[in-house]
């Protein structure tokens, strides 16, 4: 059947093999965003059916049915929160998107349990331009770092450039390289693969629910690699890439191999060391939105971080984590992955 999907920038026919499909799913498909932001539009009454405006996310939809979809303005919003001064650094802007490097300590965006301001506060606070797709609790944000993850996030500035984000997060033609500090060395490279899940006994936490020989619906496939650059008798720093996005993915699949990211308290990590989760993302990459070019960003490291890696010596710290022997290290688990 063909479900029409009119849009404030196009108007296109969607092809749908199911003789009905969910209000939400169709959404997600013509504006190649994720269901739940599609539901966060359906929910902010943006959509209508055949004309009657529509809130429920799972309305079935039939043969020729008519979607409009009026996207929220894009404005930035004045900061509800008092914001404290940020020095946040730039890595890149145009009128598309901005890459940021996000400090450690800092919230991307608000949720119930969050009462400090968040990144999207400060984005709107300096007048920043935001996409709205996410709503206006996560404007601009395509994905996110937790909240003592410091590193590269790219921020859409509009719609248009949200949604192609989104799908090459989904193709995984945008990601990230890691560096992590672990409280046991990692004496060859590893991939990870399992299916995640909530942690039966801590909600908190993200467990391989394989490993525990468990059957869970909400389980989901996720994978990483991980290489250890430099190794010490007690510790590694690790180059990681992720190849699924998975809550607490970096984490969970260090605890399933006793290993865990120095300060990471909350997996598992037990060491007299005071810190924050020691954690960066250090290289973003994409393809820009308007000129198709591939780009690669490099987060530089903050103090915290760099403090801790003195065990190293900073000669091999800096041999270690060049961008182009990373990128390079990588590339075999790359080919292997794009052929499944």
């Given at each position: ?5 009119l ?8 092809d749908?093999?199911?003789?009905s ?79 940021l ?6 919230v ?13 506060d ?33 921020i ?7 949604a ?5 997060l ?8 890691y ?11 590893r991939?990870?693969t ?20 468990q ?9 990483s ?7 010490t ?23 399933s ?11 598992g ?22 000129t ?8 530089e ?33 790359d ?6």
């Amino acid at each position: 059947m063909h479900i029409t999907i009119l849009s404030d920038t196009s108007a296109h026919k969607l092809d749908v093999a199911a003789p009905s499909v969910r209000l939400d799913e169709c959404v997600a498909q013509g504006l190649h965003i994720s269901r739940s932001q599609a539901q966060e539009l359906i929910k902010q009454g943006c959509v209508q059916s055949n004309g009657i405006k529509s809130q429920k996310s799972g309305l079935k939809l039939t043969k020729d049915t008519i979607l409009q979809i009026t996207l929220p303005a894009q404005s930035p919003k004045p900061a509800a929160l008092q914001i404290p001064p940020l020095e946040i650094t730039r890595i890149y802007e145009d009128e598309e998107l901005l890459i940021l490097n996000k400090p450690p300590n800092l919230v991307v965006h608000s949720a119930p349990s969050v009462k400090e301001a968040t990144l999207v506060d400060w984005l709107q606070a300096q007048g920043v331009m935001l996409s709205t797709l996410s709503g206006a609790h996560r404007a601009g944000i395509v994905h996110r770092l937790d909240k003592q993850t410091s590193g590269a996030i790219a921020i859409a500035k509009t719609n248009a450039t949200h949604a192609y984000l989104s799908q090459q997060l989904k193709d995984r033609a945008m990601g990230r390289y890691y560096l992590a500090l672990i409280d046991k060395p990692l004496k060859e490279p590893r991939m990870i693969t399992c299916n995640l899940a909530r942690h039966p006994n801590n909600r908190l936490k993200m467990a391989n629910i394989d490993a525990m020989g468990q059957r869970v619906s909400s389980a989901r496939f996720s994978q990483s690699a991980f290489i250890p650059l430099i190794n010490t008798q007690e510790t590694s720093l690790l180059a990681i890439k992720l190849y699924t996005g998975r809550t607490h993915q970096i984490r969970a699949h260090l605890e399933s191999i006793n290993r865990h990211i120095l300060g990471d308290r909350l997996y598992g990590y037990t060491g007299a060391l005071e810190c924050r989760v020691q954690l960066h993302a250090y290289l973003l990459y994409l393809t820009h939105p308007i000129t198709r070019k591939q780009m690669v960003f490099r987060a530089e490291i903050f103090g915290d971080m760099l403090q801790c890696a003195q065990i190293f010596g900073a000669k091999e710290f800096d041999e270690a984590i060049r961008q182009d022997a990373i990128v390079q290290a990588f590339s075999q688990w790359d080919t292997a992955c794009r052929a499944k």
